[in-house]
């Protein structure tokens, strides 16, 4: 049941016809349930995973509590870390380990392993691990007061909008909502949520499916098919298509639970008009970013154990958090380049961190958007060799061809009027500035996002890239 | 929101006025609504008609003037031959189109001659293509309800199904991208063709050249036999006729066995032996000429089962 689905519209008109004439306990218990069927939808079994996540949690968080034993709550905090990585890492690891395995046992000569079994990967594991995750570490830490019911507690785990790709909620900030009456919503609330899913549908079905289209074709060729000029092309689509893929979810999951009263994290904030790496991490897929900030980066020394180290704790956390997408050493690159970058970026941010002037800044945004880019190769090929020979590719002769001058052509028709609109998002500095706007300016907005949504929608939709991991 | 939704309802009004403009395809579909007219008008005039059902595959190979010899004529009139050919269709459009036009309860006059103009899967059961399409030109109110439930194995298509049903601004919206790109992005037909290629051959190399299931054809023939059901006219003046294509083929068996068991005609002697390459400038539909001597073929079939040809039913 895909945001971009008619089964998913279809699917929320009935909760929300339901869940508004319900009071909060019900509200509760109907949501749990509506969010298992939604992810029942894509493989009922996994429901047994969610649910074995959500009790050791639940009860793990509690024995904490009940401790005033430092070695009591550090023995269930390791445990409730070993048992969510462990799953994760058995569901989403075993089968690139074991292929490392095996290539370790044909350079010693020896026969390979099969285990004769072959694990699905869960949908929207990595998410939902790191909030639970993010739980118990608040509990032990003292941040988070462990939640009174485990329904509850169920919610704040599989709440359907951002169960499958985020954003990633902290206890924090989600669980109050859930725990305690939620306000009614109102016309304005109604407006905000209108405005994110209109927005987060026109990313995704009008951008990312349409660059998909030219990004695929350009990923899928092989060497020597393509000249340099088009795979560069194809590059910037996929830099759109996996934008517009992860932000349109993103806003699609935050509008929707708007209008049940709910407030979930912004995700992203217009990421390719950041002007150096460490400002694109606070715009791109910022729920991950803060979460490996302040459950990995920190624990792991942040910058308070000098240069070096500060530099080292960059590229691990960067490395782990590539690993975190996939399965793959490009994955593991991607995090690297990363890691790296923001390495090699901090002395430099450190001397003139607020940039100098317009100009400097323009060129900024020009330099990270390419070395993002960079990375997006790599996280999009199929292997390293892939991605080396595509961009090796990018040295074959530059000529104008059809599928250029084409490619162009619908850049400029998909990606013009949304990037103008960033352009000015990003000078008024506010997200949601239209809602300011006079009415027949929005309702020009809206009727242009639904005629794209409705005229050019990709022909085939495609799934959400986040989906994977 | 209110403007927002008086801006939707303009833009569908105007949509319903362009509509005829957006392609061939739509004014054939819009057509149909006046076949039975134009069979009614034939009667009244004495003149014998034959109604042909397919897809351009029988425009292509069923010309006017070869097959309205088929039928004797009353005074020397010639039959109005008439087409129910949208683009891209199969089984379930023309079951739906015919019944629409000629259900028995609607108390219509019905066609002198019905030909039934098919490849090798296109009268085996086989999922809705366009639910767009066949809910707003194809499907009558009356059978809408039955055809959301039945005929859909997914609760997508039968909100594209209703949706289509009561907005033509839904239902053409495919329609409009190819209309602006074609004509204004620079190489977009030569592009898209290439894109499309290769994507539908990655597609294949991974999926080991296998069909899923879900798009294969079935081997039932629920549909063919509602329309053969729906007919409402005698089985000798039905035939349903295999087209030739550049791979000669036979009929699935089932499709042969569900028209002999009602007395129906088939014709397949065409479609089973081999054609000439040229005969299909495109690679698939045929050529004047071609679908000349195939009409000829049909006719011959026609007059040689029906000693001295179909006699108009009045």
């Known amino acids: 049941m895909w945001f971009n689905s ?61 401790s005033a034993d430092a070695t009591v709550r550090k023995y269930w905090v390791t445990a409730s870390l070993v048992v969510e990585l462990g799953v994760l890492g058995v569901f989403k690891y075993f089968g690139f380990f074991l292929t490392e395995f095996n290539r370790v046992l044909s350079v010693l000569g020896l026969e390979h392993w099969e285990p004769g079994f072959r694990l699905i990967l869960p949908v929207g594991i990595s998410f939902y691990t790191f909030q639970a995750l993010s739980y118990t570490i608040d509990v032990y830490r003292g941040r988070t007061t462990p939640c009174r019911h485990f329904l509850d507690f169920a919610l704040y785990i599989s709440f359907f909008p951002q169960l499958v790709a985020g954003p990633i909620e902290r206890s924090h900030h989600l669980l109050p909502q859930v725990e305690n009456p939620r306000p009614r919503v109102s016309e304005a609330l109604f407006r905000e949520g209108l405005y994110l899913v209109i927005t987060g549908l026109f990313l995704k079905v009008v951008i990312a499916d349409n660059m998909a289209w030219l990004a695929n074709f350009v990923f899928d060729a092989k060497p020597g098919e393509l000249n340099g000029a088009e795979v560069l092309l194809g590059i910037y689509a996929f830099a759109f298509q996996i934008y517009g893929d992860f932000a349109g979810y993103s806003a699609i999951a935050i509008g929707v639970s708007k209008w049940m009263g709910f407030d979930l994290m912004e995700n992203f904030r217009r990421p390719y008009f950041a002007a150096n790496p460490r400002e694109f991490w606070q715009r791109w897929h ?55 970058w923001l390495a090699i970026h901090r002395p430099w941010f450190a001397r003139s961190p607020g940039g100098n002037g317009r100009g400097a800044r323009l060129l900024g945004i020009v330099v990270t958007f390419h070395l993002v880019c960079l990375g997006w190769v790599f996280f999009r090929a199929e292997s390293f060799g892939a991605a080396i020979a595509l961009l090796s590719s990018l040295a074959a002769p530059w000529q104008f061809s059809d599928f250029l001058t084409t490619g162009i052509c619908l850049m400029v028709f998909f990606l013009g009027p949304w990037l103008a609109f960033e352009f000015w998002m990003e000078r008024q500095n506010d997200s949601a500035r239209l809602l300011g706007l006079p009415w027949p300016i929005r309702v020009f907005a809206y009727l242009y996002a639904l005629l794209m949504l409705l005229f050019f929608a990709a022909p085939k939709p495609v799934e959400f890239i986040y989906f994977q991991f | 929101m209110v403007s927002l939704v008086v801006a939707l309802t303009a833009l569908e009004a105007v949509s319903r006025v362009v509509e005829p403009r957006l392609s061939a395809d739509v004014r054939q579909m819009l057509a149909q ?11 009244n005039e004495d003149r014998a008609s034959i109604l042909v059902i397919g897809n351009s595959l029988a425009r292509a190979s069923i010309l006017p003037d ?87 194995s997914d609760i997508g298509a039968r909100c594209r199904f209703a949706l289509a049903g009561v907005s033509r601004l839904f239902a053409n919206r495919e329609r409009v991208q190819p209309l602006l790109f074609y004509g204004w992005v620079p190489g977009y037909e030569v592009t898209a063709q290439r894109l499309n290629q290769t994507s539908s051959l990655r597609a294949e190399d991974r999926s080991g050249r296998d069909e899923p299931a879900s798009v294969r054809p079935a081997d039932t023939t629920s549909r063919l036999e509602l329309l053969l059901d729906s007919l409402g006219v005698e089985p000798e003046q039905v035939l349903i006729a295999a087209v030739p294509l550049p791979e000669h083929y036979k009929l699935p068996e089932s499709v042969v066995s569900v028209a002999r068991a009602r007395g129906i005609n088939v014709f397949t002697e065409a479609a089973e032996k081999e054609w ?28 040689s089962r029906q000693n001295g040809g179909y006699q108009p039913s009045r």
């Not at chain 1, 990995?296 to 590539?322: A, D, F, H, Q, S």
């Not at chain 2, 020397?76 to 089984?91: H, Q, R, W």
């Not at chain 2, 219509?108 to 086989?126: K, N, Q, R, S």
């Open chain 1, 286 to 340: 910022i729920s991950l970013s803060t979460w490996l900030r302040d459950y990995l980066y920190i624990p792991l020394g942040g910058n308070r154990e000098g240069e070096w180290k500060t530099r080292r704790n960059l590229i691990l956390t960067m490395v782990l958090g590539g690993l975190w997408h996939g399965a793959a050493w490009t994955f593991v690159i991607w995090g690297a380049i990363h890691g790296v």
């Open chain 2, 66 to 152: 070869e097959i309205a010899v088929a039928i004797d004529s009353t005074e020397g009139k010639p039959p109005e031959v008439l087409y129910i050919t949208p683009d891209a269709s199969g089984i379930n459009e023309w079951a739906a189109a015919y019944r629409k036009a000629f259900a028995p309860d609607l108390g219509v006059e019905l066609p002198d001659l019905i030909i039934i103009v098919a490849g090798p899967w296109h009268l085996v059961d086989h999922a809705v293509s366009s639910p767009e399409k066949l809910s707003a030109y194809h499907v009558s109110s009356r059978d809408r309800l039955d055809v959301a439930w039945n005929w859909f």
């Open chain 1, 6 to 66: 008619f089964s998913f519209w279809l699917f929320l008109a009935v909760v929300l016809l339901v869940y508004h004439r319900l009071g909060h306990r019900l509200q509760n218990r109907f949501l749990l349930l509506a969010s298992y069927f939604f992810y029942g939808c894509w493989d009922w079994r996994f429901l047994f995973l969610i649910l074995f996540t959500t009790a050791f949690d639940f009860f793990a968080a509690r024995r904490i509590e009940a």
């Open chain 2, 276 to 303: 000439p390459a040229s005969a299909f400038p495109d690679g698939y539909h045929m050529s004047s000429e071609a679908g000349r001597a195939f009409s000829r073929e049909l006719e011959n079939f026609i007059r």
């Open chain 2, 33 to 43: 609504n006046e076949i039975a007219d134009r069979v009614r008008e034939a009667k």
